[in-house]
């Protein structure tokens, strides 16, 4: 009777960590993809997008969803730019009816001149 409670518990504890390691590794690729834009005068678009995507170590990046960078020019003629990525975790336990989690990032961030 306690082993299916104790393999449900160590289920949950693996799912919760995977949902974490790839909470933080998401994040840590949208702040550099940030960084890149900011830093890099030629950066457009597609290279932010590109960047996101390259930093992803050990997660998929055919689960990056919805990256976009919509770019503003300020009264002072500063460019200011917000990136916003999304990235889907598929479950290795479905739980109920909730198969993935959708983890979500936007960032602002000031262009090169």
């Known amino acids: 009777m306690i082993i299916p409670v104790l393999l449900v518990g160590l289920?949950?504890?693996i799912e919760f960590g995977r949902l974490t390691?790839?909470?933080v590794e998401f994040e840590y690729a949208v702040s550099n993809a940030t960084r890149f834009g900011m830093v890099m005068k030629t950066a457009d678009t597609t290279r932010v997008k590109?960047?996101?995507s390259d930093n992803l170590i050990l997660l998929n990046p055919a689960n990056l969803?919805?990256?976009t960078v919509a770019e503003v020019t300020n009264a002072d003629s500063?460019?200011?730019a917000t990136l916003t990525a999304s990235y889907q975790v598929k479950l290795l336990v479905p739980m109920s009816d909730l198969?993935?989690?959708?983890l979500s990032r936007t960032m602002t961030f000031l262009?090169?001149?």
């Open 11 to 13: 289920l949950l504890i």
């Open 21 to 23: 390691y790839s909470k």
């Open 50 to 52: 590109q960047a996101v």
């Open 65 to 67: 969803q919805n990256v």
């Open 78 to 80: 500063t460019r200011t």
């Open 99 to 102: 198969k993935s989690v959708t």
């Open 111 to 113: 262009r090169a001149k």
